[in-house]
């Protein structure tokens, strides 16, 4: 009598590895066109482990258990009016800043990942990015789930599918994934897979989970509590794709190196966001941007670095000057927003006198010396009823988009200006970084829509400021942007909290 | 190589070609340590005006908020063209003594060093 129930390794086989055909009637190379045209060599696909050991059906069951607990946590949280139990209403600008950043990656990995795994020729390969396609799709669904009750109570949430396509600061994000999507399948994997999942991934959601949960935010967490074992799946793609690259052939090493060069330094230059959200916008702080780095990025870094040394790779050179940001890039960031805070679809704010010390207790070397006089400056300005906002555009980073705002760290008070000219043309950077990724493929990043450059060419909605963040982005001008003194967000807390502003105060006293 | 891709001899399209600006170029301008503003701004401009207007009406809209812009003594001004040492002719135009298309005029302003000398 033959069995009824397979053994778990029988029907994992069939449910993998057993989905691939002979191929009869067209050639392999008609099949997977994209395999070869990076320089990548593979001899044997089937040398490939199959890092997920995970079949579909085991899957779908295993991640609706996660989501009947997610949906029944985020529930409870609306009927609690969790709205009110934040930390403080500043901190929802933080989630503002994940939800129109961070979850359109999500669905961007989720395409990538649907690609790519059509992509390879070894089926190992491709079922574990469906896989993963799977999980990033569920990612944004049950980010936007989450923040959604937010967007009853504040405001800034509305349209941020839109804004991610369109608004400044979110061409950083976004335009780092378009380039990772208009890459090959195996420098997507090494973009996304390797760099970001592998690499980086700590150092996004670590602080920015840990920052929900310090500030009173269950829904945000509970979130991330249902992707961490998802997360960690991702972690072994990454590493084995980039462990089957060197171990294929080693005319793959350099291309590699070049890859994880590339990405680990337009990864980081993304995370500039995550450093002024610990450092700023977190009322509750967990960590300084600087410790999180030197536990994620530093020492985590260097253990696999040290691992990756018997294929020849080695740590990025741009690594050291990652390193040497670290005591500034929170506060350059920051000092950005602040600048173009009327054109932001969050708040932004001076940081109280406690918050200030605090910043000058984590950042001995720079925060007094180099950024607390400017805070200072602008409090006079805000004092005279001034308050600050550049009113010119900035000029932008070809390569990562990010407003030029990264100084020398021979002088932290140069501007760090780098230039290529290309076909007749200058093109500007913010890092050697930044150049040497445009100098290498500028074909490619000729072609980076730079938000302010768009602006002056009129293809945002029109000459006036009003036309473009009104119009084109869609910002609630005077409801969405602006400082948080004087929000209608600060206005519903305070009501919901019985709070006075400084402002209603000093009326009240005269 | 100029690009990893499918085809042969891909070429992207120039987005910010000078063409694309309806007659302007795109000026990058810098003060070297007033970092209050946060990086340097980029403004369109017409590639004949005179380095005078620069000076006269550009650098006023964009960093008169600095409490020391109206300190600046204009004739000991150090300035810089795309990272080399530079002395703008105010009375020609910008394309004529070479700051074309998306060129960096950074100006530093010797005893002048930012909100308490802090480089801000
Ligand atoms: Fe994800
Ligand atoms: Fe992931
Ligand atoms: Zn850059």
New binding site residues.
Partial sequence: MTARKLNLKDKYRLLTRDLEWEYSYRDYEEIFKQESFEGIKITDWSKWEDPFRLTMDAYWKYQAEKEKKLYAIFDAFAQNNGQQNVADARYVNAIKLFLTGVSP??YQ?YNGFAHVGRQFGGVGARVACQMQSL??LR??QTQIHAMSHYNKHFDGFQDFSHMHDRVWYLSVPKSFFDDARSAGPFEFMVAIGFSF?YVLTNLLFVPFMSGAAYNGDMATVTFGFS?QS??AR?MTLGLEIIKFMLEQHEDNVPIVQRWINKWLWRGYRVLTLVAMMMDYMLPNKVMSWQESFEVYFEEAASALFKDLARYGIKMPDYAATAIAEKEHLSHQAWSIFYNYGHAAAFHTWLPTEEEMDWLSEKYPNTFDKYYRPRYEQWRRMEEAGERYYNPTLPMLCQTCQIPMGFTDMDDPTLVSYRQSEYDGDRYNFCSDGCKDIFDFEPEKYVQSWLPVHQIYQGHCGGAEMEDVLGGYYRINLGTDNLDYKGSPDEARWNDWHGLETAEEKLKKAS | MPVAAIVDNYRGERLDALANFHGNQILYLGWDHHLMFCSPVALPVPPDMPFGKVIGELMPGAFSLHPEFGQIDWSGVVWHLNGEPFTPDMDKGLAEQGIDHKSIVRFATPGLDGIGGSGS
């Fill in positions: 990656l999500e990995a999980d990033e990612h944004v999942e992707a998802d997360e991702h």
